[in-house]
């Protein structure tokens, strides 16, 4: 039945425009913002895990820089304690020189003196950004240890995420290998005697905290690189989530397009059809 009222093919043929009409708005949305789901209105479920994830992703990035700041502040107390060893065996050297009776005990002395000063020096140097891991008070304030961000954890979709640290513990230099005071000035063999023995004492305790802290270098290094690649693997979920394929956007574009012109076609035949009622009263 034709009706000059009521054209339902015009009626379904204008449904199937408005429809192709929408997808095609959607899919021109998609493609220039790059977005699949960008609000919530798109899939509040994808969208409300991406955004989770997306602030998790803001936390390990500052993560990585704070790592990166404490993995620089204990390779620089890590090059200054291998120094440190290096001039305790210019001492040592010294001393087993000084066992002799021939020898000029004055000169050797002033050498090792002149050795100490340098290692209390680099001790007091060997400092990155106000924090020094080879003195007593770590940062001016009485601190005994470094603490360094190393990972958010969270345990479940909407459970708390628990910052955990890595503390990197003064290996005190300034108390331990403290030569001014505690090595015996050499003036005989008998003193040179003591010395050696002296030395050697501040020799283990300085290879024992360079080796500790080239061990915590390595352990923030290692975990500065797991976090860059946490990061990434985040990154790439996120984007697998709500970012467009371009290949498949583009050729739904391209159907959408064909589907509006046919639309648009139908739409006009249907308009069309209640004109053929008028040949009827000729």
Do not use: C, Y
């Not at 404490?70 to 620089?76: F, L, P």
């Not at 940062?139 to 479940?156: E, I, K, P, W, Y």
């Not at 391209?254 to 000729?282: D, E, H, W, Y």
Request: proline share 1%; aromatic share 2%; no cysteine.
């Amino acid at each position: 039945m034709t009706s000059i009222l009521t054209n339902n093919g015009a009626m379904v043929a204008l449904q199937t425009l408005q429809s192709v009409n929408d997808n095609l708005t959607t899919a021109q949305n998609e493609i220039s913002t790059g977005k699949r789901v960008g609000s919530a209105s798109d899939n509040a479920a994808v969208w409300a895990i991406s955004k989770t994830m997306e602030s998790d992703i803001a936390g390990f990035e500052a993560i990585s820089e704070s790592l990166s700041v404490g993995e620089a502040t204990v390779s620089v107390a890590s090059a200054g304690a291998e120094q440190i060893v290096e001039k305790l065996t210019e001492i040592k050297e010294l001393i087993v020189s000084a066992q002799s009776e021939n020898v000029d005990h004055t000169k050797i002395q002033n050498d090792i003196d002149a050795k100490a000063e340098q290692v209390a020096a680099i001790i007091g140097a060997a400092q990155f950004n106000g924090a020094n891991l080879l003195a007593t008070d770590v940062d001016g304030n009485g601190a005994t240890s470094l603490g360094v961000l190393a990972s958010l954890d969270r345990v479940g979709a909407t459970g708390t995420p628990t910052a955990t640290e890595i503390t990197v513990t003064t290996v005190d230099f300034e108390a331990n290998v403290d030569l001014a005071a505690n090595l015996t000035s050499i003036a005989d063999v008998t003193t040179a005697a003591t010395a050696l023995g002296e030395i050697e004492g501040f020799l283990t305790v300085a290879i024992t905290g360079a080796a500790a802290l080239g061990s915590d270098t390595a352990r923030l290094k290692d975990q500065g690189d797991f976090v860059g690649k946490l990061t990434d693997s985040m990154k790439m979920g996120v984007s697998s989530m709500t970012d467009t394929n371009m290949e498949e956007a583009s050729a739904r574009l391209k159907a959408l397009q064909t589907q509006q012109q046919l639309a648009v076609q139908s739409l006009s035949i249907a308009n069309g059809a209640p004109q053929s009622i008028m040949t009827l009263f000729r």
